[in-house]
C-alpha cells in the first residue's frame, strides 16, 4: 500500500547535529602525556546540522544541494542510521540502500560475490533471495571478470559499479545517493540515471546529493539547499538553483 499523501517517508525535526573535532592532534609520546595529565579537553564541538526540519513524500526524487561541508551527507548519514541525531528526530519508514561513500559496507579481503551476500543480509535479503537477484547485479555492474576477485583489488569506478547495483537490485523503499555517481564513466553514468529514472516511475523514495544542479533540474521533483548545516531554500530545483547561485557567487551572503 502507497503512503503518498498519507505518511512522509522521510522526516527531520527539529535535528542538530554536533560532532567532536580534535583541536591539536599530539606528535610525540610526550606531548599526549602532558595533555592526560593537564586533564585539558582536545575538542571543540562542531555542528554539522542546526534546527534541521523537512519531510519527503513517497514517491519523491529530492535534491540535497549546497557547498562542501554544508551537511548534505551528514543527512543522508542520518538516515542510514551511520549515525544518531544529537538532538531532535528522524523517521524513514521503509528499507533503505545507500551509496553514500565509496566502497563501504564492502569487506576488502573479501571477493565482489562474497560482498554481494553480505550487503544483501545486511538489507534483509535471504540468501535464497540474495541468489536470485546475484546474476542481475553482477551483469549491471559488468564486473563477470572480476566478479571473484577482492575487492582490495578494485578501482573506485568498480566500486561504485558494484555498489550501484547491489542497492538498486534489492528493491528499496528509500535509495540515498551522494557524490558517489560521479567516480564512474560516462556510460555506466547514464546506466545508473536510467535506473533511477526507472525508480521514479515505481514511485520509490530517492534523495539526490550532487554538486551537478543540471542532473539535480532534470531528475529531482523537489530541491533544498543546505548552508553551513541550515536548510536556507526547499522548493523546486529551478528555484533552488538560483539560492545556491547566489551563494555561490556572493560568499558573504547574509542570510
Request: proline letters at 2%; aromatic letters at 8%.
Amino acid at each position: 500500500m502507497s503512503l503518498r499523501g498519507s505518511v512522509s517517508r522521510i522526516r527531520f525535526d527539529h535535528v542538530f547535529q554536533r560532532f567532536r573535532v580534535i583541536d591539536e592532534r599530539p606528535d610525540t609520546l610526550r606531548e599526549i602525556t602532558a595533555r592526560i595529565f593537564r586533564r585539558r579537553s582536545q575538542f571543540h564541538l562542531f555542528e554539522a546540522l542546526k534546527d534541521l526540519s523537512f519531510q519527503v513524500e513517497d514517491g519523491e526524487l529530492l535534491g540535497i544541494v549546497g557547498r562542501n561541508g554544508s551537511g548534505k551527507s551528514t543527512t543522508l548519514k542520518l538516515i542510514a542510521q551511520v549515525y544518531r541525531p544529537t538532538t531532535g528526530k528522524i523517521s524513514a519508514n521503509g528499507r533503505v540502500a545507500a551509496l553514500i561513500e565509496l566502497g563501504a559496507g564492502f569487506h576488502g579481503d573479501l571477493t565482489g560475490r562474497e560482498n554481494i551476500v553480505i550487503n544483501g543480509l545486511m538489507l534483509g535479503l535471504t540468501r535464497r533471495q540474495i541468489r536470485d537477484c546475484e546474476k542481475r547485479i553482477i551483469e549491471f555492474a559488468e564486473l563477470d571478470k572480476f566478479i571473484d576477485s577482492p575487492v582490495k583489488q578494485y578501482s573506485s569506478g568498480m566500486y561504485m559499479r558494484l555498489g550501484f547495483a547491489i542497492a538498486v537490485e534489492v528493491d528499496p523503499d528509500i535509495l540515498l545517493i551522494d557524490e558517489i555517481l560521479a567516480v564512474g564513466d560516462a556510460a555506466f553514468q547514464r546506466k545508473c540515471l536510467d535506473r533511477i529514472k526507472d525508480f521514479q516511475r515505481r514511485g520509490k523514495t530517492i534523495l539526490y546529493v550532487s554538486h551537478a544542479m543540471e542532473s539535480v533540474k532534470k531528475l529531482c521533483t523537489r530541491a533544498i539547499l543546505l548552508h553551513e548545516g541550515t536548510l536556507i531554500a526547499n522548493g523546486s530545483p529551478d528555484e533552488v538553483y538560483e539560492r545556491y547561485n547566489e551563494i555561490l557567487y556572493k560568499p558573504v551572503l547574509k542570510q
